[in-house]
């Protein structure tokens, strides 16, 4: 998560406290419907998901 702006961290982070253990499955899902934009900071989800450096392979990998 080192890799990412402070207020994309705090996104993700709370993002994964709203929806549990499963909240990987969960983002990969909104990123492919657009569900992620309707979430509070929703434009920095939707940012690392179309950032060519992170996406789906970044989250795949990232543990918090």
């Known amino acids: ?29 909104y990123w492919g419907d657009g569900r992620d934009t309707l979430e509070p900071d929703g434009w920095a989800l939707r940012s690392i998901r179309n950032n060519p450096n992170w996406g789906h392979d970044w989250l795949e990998k990232v543990k918090i």
């Open 1 to 29: 998560m080192d890799e990412l702006p402070e207020d994309h961290r705090e996104a993700v982070r709370a993002f994964a406290a709203k929806h549990g253990r499963r909240w990987k499955e969960k983002l990969a899902l």
